[in-house]
């Protein structure tokens, strides 16, 4: 199975900041990476899929990067509706997996 | 509009069974692969298991292999998850989410998993 590594497991940071959160492939799992913002008590919603690609409706303040084995996920300037819990997600080979998640708090 | 909405989740007791259900609409489902993702209280996101577009091919964690099917009607735009032999570790929010290029949207509300005696 294909383990998903994210960095840092969680974070502070200020409104206007800009964060970056890593994931790493246990493997090469070429672009086929997502990732997912969940709110406390809310289903996860998809940000970024195929590394790069802006979900449809999504702020473009959110950014993604890497191929391979290792991806970034960046908020350019942080808002207050930005507090949440991020998720990698790869795709590449069953079973799908997911990164154990990095809580994004105000700091 | 696109959306998924899982039902059937309830209180049971361990080695029970349960069967929950996940009703797609504004999208053609027979086209699409489906999953369960579960995430159990105060935890990360676990991927349980998968079923083709026409359902020819599943797939499991292997925590569930030989307790869980997935199984699908696509005549009425279903998803089920039969889930037998049920354990404490079983309990978790169990979300529907339709399959678009390796990617997962949407998400439906997710439905309560509770194994307890």
């Known amino acids: 199975d294909i383990q998903m590594t994210q960095s840092p497991s969680s974070v502070s940071a200020s409104v206007g900041d800009r964060v970056t959160i890593t994931c790493r492939a246990s493997?090469?799992?070429?672009?086929?990476l997502a990732w997912y913002q969940q709110k406390p008590g809310k289903a996860p919603k998809l940000l970024i899929y195929?590394?790069?690609s802006l979900q449809s409706g999504v702020p473009s303040r959110f950014s993604g990067s890497g191929s391979g084995t290792d991806f970034t996920l960046t908020i350019s300037s942080l808002q207050p509706d930005d507090f949440a819990t991020y998720y990698c997600?790869?795709?590449?080979?069953?079973?799908?997996?997911f990164g154990q998640g990095t809580k994004l708090e105000i700091k | 509009q696109v959306q998924v909405v899982e039902s059937g989740g309830g209180v049971v007791q361990p080695g029970r069974s349960l069967r929950l259900s996940c009703a797609a609409s504004?999208?053609?489902?027979?086209?699409?692969?489906m999953h369960w993702v579960r995430q159990a209280p105060g935890k990360g996101l676990e991927w349980v298991s998968a079923?083709?577009?026409?359902?020819?091919?599943?797939y499991y964690v292997d925590s569930v292999k030989g307790r869980f099917t997935i199984s699908r009607d696509n005549s009425k735009s279903t998803l089920f998850l039969q889930m037998n032999s049920l354990r404490a570790e079983d309990t978790a929010v169990y979300y529907c989410?339709?399959?678009?290029?390796?990617?997962?949207?949407?998400w439906g509300q997710g439905t309560l998993v509770t194994v307890s005696s």
């Open positions: 989410v339709r399959e678009n290029t390796r990617r997962f949207d949407p």
């Open positions: 504004g999208f053609t489902f027979s086209s699409y692969a």
């Open positions: 079923i083709s577009y026409d359902g020819s091919n599943e």
């Open positions: 493997q090469g799992i070429s672009s086929w």
């Open positions: 195929a590394a790069s």
């Open positions: 997600q790869q795709g590449n080979s069953f079973p799908f997996t």
